[in-house]
T-cell receptor, first 116, second 115 residues
Framework: AQTVTQSQPEMSVQEAETVTLSCTYD???????LFWYKQPPSRQMILVIR??????QNATENRFSVNFQKAAKSFSLKISDSQLGDTAMYFC?????????????FGQGTRLTINP | DAGVTQSPTHLIKTRGQQVTLRCSPK?????VSWYQQALGQGPQFIFQ???????QRGNFPDRFSGHQFPNYSSELNVNALLLGDSALYLC??????????????FGPGTRLLVL
């Protein structure tokens, strides 16, 4: 079974700073996908960024980028120029690539607070 | 373009009762997954529906059941409620094709409190 571990329960940074959230996972699969989801206090889960394991290039989405280390099974999220609206719970998630059903396996989350 | 919608937003039940939660997928999506998120935890996969059939199930007892309708909307039913069923129930929709992973889009959730 796959497991996802987020070792930082809480983080806090000042606005405009850069912050990195850690995620490690355990799997014997070779084809899979990794995601970072954001859940603001209003609670709707929003996709931040996704990474396909077969792609060596790290994914980026504006101020959000990942550092994907497949051999180390590490998938960290970097937020540059952090904004107050980035305050949220951040979840790292894993999905096997297979036909049919595809379920997400989530980590425990990191509560990120951006201070003014 | 309507996103994933869920109803109701909040629900209070007592132990032993039964509850039904509803989900309408994002336009164009035909697959619905349900997750349970306990307070302070990451979501846990309950099951997934595609073509009106349960396609995969997580580690949840048979008290949790579901249904998918021809219009792709879905219901989650929980019987014989326990205090431990108190959680945020999230619905996610997607449109996976040919093994290609499609992103799951989440609804706002239903907050269930069992007293």
């Amino acid at each position: 079974a796959q497991t996802v571990t987020q070792s930082q329960p809480e983080m806090s940074v000042q606005e405009a700073e850069t912050v990195t959230l850690s995620c490690t996972y355990d799997t014997s699969e070779n084809n899979y996908y990794l995601f970072w989801y954001k859940q603001p206090p209003s609670r709707q889960m929003i996709l931040v960024i996704r990474q396909e394991a077969y792609k060596q290039q790290n994914a980026t989405e504006n101020r959000f980028s990942v550092n994907f280390q497949k051999a180390a099974k590490s998938f960290s999220l970097k937020i540059s120029d952090s904004q107050l609206g980035d305050t949220a719970m951040y979840f790292c998630a894993f999905m096997k690539r297979l036909q049919g059903a595809q379920k997400l396996v989530f980590g425990q989350g990191t509560r990120l607070t951006i201070n003014p | 373009d309507a996103g994933v919608t869920q109803s109701p937003t909040h629900l209070i039940k007592t132990r032993g009762q039964q509850v039904t939660l509803r989900c309408s997928p994002k336009s164009g999506h035909d697959t619905v997954s349900w997750y349970q998120q306990a307070l302070g935890q990451g979501p846990q996969f309950i099951f997934q529906y595609y073509e009106e059939e349960e396609r995969q199930r997580g580690n949840f007892p048979d008290r949790f059941s579901g249904h998918q309708f021809p219009n792709y909307s879905s219901e989650l039913n929980v019987n014989a409620l326990l205090l431990g069923d108190s959680a945020l129930y999230l619905c996610a929709s997607s449109r996976p094709r040919g093994g290609r992973v499609e992103t799951q889009y989440f609804g706002p959730g239903t907050r269930l409190l069992v007293l």
